[in-house]
């Protein structure tokens, strides 16, 4: 999620504007995380799995 769609609780602004410390906290702690920033590790290793095992179906289905 974009921090541009979040409201703080603080101050019920959105966070994007950062008129009070905790906005602006969040909005730095947010635009530091990168692109993989929201995707938990289980995601990833879930996804990680599930490519591994197109991969041995493709390897599989073009053997046989």
Known sequence: MTYDRLV???CAAPVAEGRCPVCRANRERLQQ????G????V???????ALIATVAM???YRTA
């Not at 995601?43 to 799995?49: F, H, Q, S, T, Y």
């Open 58 to 60: 493709l390897a599989a």
């Open 38 to 41: 929201g995707v938990s590790p």
């Open 8 to 10: 703080c609780a603080n």
């Open 43 to 49: 995601m990833l290793l879930a996804l990680l799995v």
């Open 33 to 36: 995380e990168g692109p993989f």
